[in-house]
């Protein structure tokens, strides 16, 4: 089985690996700057008491990442 997952912009192959954040990641679909985020979406919720990996992908050449929530 080839799972191998190309780059999206370079067709590069993609390393596998994981990523965390001691903090939460929010989603927005308008680049304006805001004070308050109630509103985003949170792709990642604020780790309480151990940080979660979540498999990841990234291309070193393009520094895409990618990776899937929950
Ligand atoms: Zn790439």
Do not use: Q
Not at 24 to 35: A, G, L
Request: hydrophobic content about 35%; proline content about 6%; some cysteine.
């Amino acid at each position: 089985m080839d799972d191998t997952i190309k780059c999206p912009e370079c067709n590069n192959e993609l390393k596998n690996g994981y990523l965390f954040s001691s903090r939460r990641i929010s989603w927005s679909d308008s680049p304006e700057s805001i004070f308050v985020d109630y509103e985003s979406e949170v792709l990642v919720g604020t780790p309480f008491f151990k940080m979660k990996k979540m498999p990841a992908l990234r291309c070193e050449d393009c520094h895409v990442v990618m990776f899937k929530h929950n």
